[in-house]
């Protein structure tokens, strides 16, 4: 989740948690080591801690630039939604920095009203988060006192066993087999469904998983026979997609006599391992 | 029924107690104690108490080597905590893994907010926090309350796990960090600040 | 060691044999006590038959619900006799008499991936599966396996008792459901399309 440690880490610098050391003017003065902080909030804090400051206004003009600062190590190839957080907050940060360097006229206008609740929310949210990351240490010095505690946990005497009512059991074989197919599917954690919102969103590497399946049963087929009995028009353009990256990882070939003519595929790879399918695709994954 | 006799009554229920949390591999509330030894759940807390005074040597008796605990919602024996680096050795325990910083952060914001979704959460540490919750699912230290009927969002709460984990009986025993949350609540129970 | 001061040794190595009986399973030799409890022999002995007689009640407390006996060549708290009804029937209201869903899964999932430990069971099924695992070990469906000398992660895997309950005569004859054993993940021969 962190930045990755390497790239453009300055390790003699030091930890941001320690006293400040008079780093001011000189651009680069402050540099942090990339992969220490978890998120925006967390880079917010170490900044006010390391100036020993109170969340203030007048720290704010500091803390910004040293935020913004670090959003510059940030690459562009980061991680789009990690990057995009501390964004939010370091625009946050900017409008309130900007904000105090203009005079403040007495007309108190939209603009300001909507930076002063910028400014408060993203106060709340720090000093949240600073709240849940204190109370963070007393839930890990609990769990690591509980952990060496020993309870009273032994096996049932064989005796009391017997007195335990017969088991009922009604599976047969192929129905644990089948309880098994259930237990070992994958378990996503389910994301909030959108499906009232948007069409369902199909994968191509799932329906790759289709066309790899028919094409090793058949050896060859041709796109009609591949996309029968499929009325989902996005479940035909899933499977084409899926026909063309599984052409680019040398896997199939295919052969068109005439324009618009028929499509035959050929099941051409000798090697084949589901790591390929896990990352099949992916370009489209964005 | 016989309880016009109320000194053997007493003792007799706890000796019945002391039986069935032998043999218990989770923590029994009181009223799960009272229906397996067959007495009110005012006689079952007496005799409780009594045992716990019995085993921490306020009775007659030595301070035990063990000792009865209210941990999870319910009472179970344990090891006195004096004892329990030779047990260790004893036993050879190996340390289970520890919890990072992040899944750790993760935990309080839901042991506090919850019921709460995920991006409820994520939104608070302002990082992505999924792969943090399965880890917290499978260590059974989070559980799956329910799902919210329009958005569809799971919501997310704490288990007795974690309660017995933390050494606590209730969430009541977790510590008072609303002065703090009071002053950050207004603005972000809006949720779409991003 | 310091064996001088008779009286408080004895009361000490007393305490610490409770600590260790408190969490043994199987009885105790006179010999593995002394080392768990880091004491000569003869100490032992002495102290062992002292909690004998505290807990037979002749000493200052009452008589236990629970007493320490010598079974096998060894030592071990049992529950009193008098008191096996009451915690029949206690066991035999905790224990309903067909397995839950959760049970049926984590018992699937060992059959098909043993030997397995607990915590890859827990992986596969995205929740905590201690509690249906003591189940399962306690109707005698799975049994320990061995320990990994690594990591001292228990391996578990299931009993003949299964395969009487599944009309089989052994795991060979369940069905094949392979492709979702090689990889864990991909179940794509099974052709069905969302």
């Known amino acids: ?286 | 029924m016989t309880a016009d006799h109320s000194a053997p009554a007493f003792a007799d229920v706890a000796r019945r107690l002391e039986a069935i949390l032998l043999v218990v591999d989770e923590p029994q509330s009181l009223v799960s104690l009272a229906t397996a030894v067959a007495a009110p759940v005012p006689a079952v807390r007496q005799a409780v108490e009594g045992l716990v005074d019995d085993y921490d040597g306020r009775g007659t008796g030595p301070r035990r080597g063990f000792e009865l605990r209210e941990v999870g919602g319910g009472w179970r024996l344990y090891v006195r905590e004096e004892h329990d680096e030779l047990v260790s050795e004893f036993v050879n325990a190996q340390a289970p893994s520890r919890l990072s910083q992040a899944a750790l952060e993760t935990l309080a914001v839901i042991a506090y907010k919850q019921p709460v979704t995920r991006s409820q959460v994520a939104s608070i540490r302002a990082v992505n926090v999924d792969s943090v919750v399965r880890t917290l699912l499978a260590r059974g230290l989070i559980t799956e309350l329910f799902t919210d009927a329009e958005t569809g969002a799971i919501n997310y709460g704490t288990t007795d796990a974690l309660l017995v984990n933390l050494g606590i009986n209730s969430l009541d025993e977790l510590p008072h960090i609303s002065p703090l949350l009071e002053d950050g609540a207004d603005g972000f129970e809006s949720e779409n600040v991003r």
Do not use: C
């Open chain 1, 1 to 286: 989740m962190a930045p990755s440690p390497e790239r453009d880490a300055t390790p003699d610098i030091p930890p941001v948690n320690e006293p400040a050391s008079e780093t001011a003017a000189d651009g680069a003065g402050f540099r942090v080591s990339l992969g220490v902080f978890d998120g925006p909030f967390d880079l917010l804090l170490s900044l006010i801690t390391k100036h020993q400051l109170d969340i203030t206004e007048v720290s704010l003009s500091r803390v910004t630039d040293e935020f913004i600062a670090y959003l510059r190590q940030v690459g562009p190839d980061e991680e789009l939604d990690e990057a995009s957080e501390f964004l939010v907050v370091a625009v946050t940060l900017l409008d309130m920095k900007v904000a105090g360097l203009l005079p403040q006229g007495e007309l108190v206008d939209a603009e300001s009203v909507a930076l002063l609740e910028a400014r408060d929310l993203l106060f709340a949210r720090l000093l949240q988060y600073r709240a849940f990351k204190e109370v963070s240490g007393w839930f890990a010095g609990r769990l690591q006192t509980e952990d060496r505690r020993h309870v009273r946990a032994v096996r049932l005497d064989e005796k009391y066993r017997r007195a335990v009512p017969e088991l009922v059991w009604t599976l047969s074989a192929e129905d644990f087999a089948a309880l098994a197919l259930l237990a070992f599917a994958p378990k996503e954690i389910p994301h909030v469904g959108l499906d009232h919102l948007h069409a369902p969103l199909i994968s191509i590497r799932e329906q790759a998983a289709v066309v790899v399946a028919l094409l090793r049963r058949a050896g060859t087929l041709n796109f009609r026979e591949l996309i029968a009995g499929v009325h989902q028009p996005g479940v035909v353009v899933a499977r084409f997609l899926s026909v063309l990256e599984l052409y680019r990882h040398a896997a199939i070939s295919f052969e068109q006599l005439e324009p618009l003519g028929e499509l035959t595929l050929r099941w051409t790879a000798e090697r084949w391992t589901e790591e390929n399918l896990a990352t099949l695709g992916a370009d489209y994954d964005r």
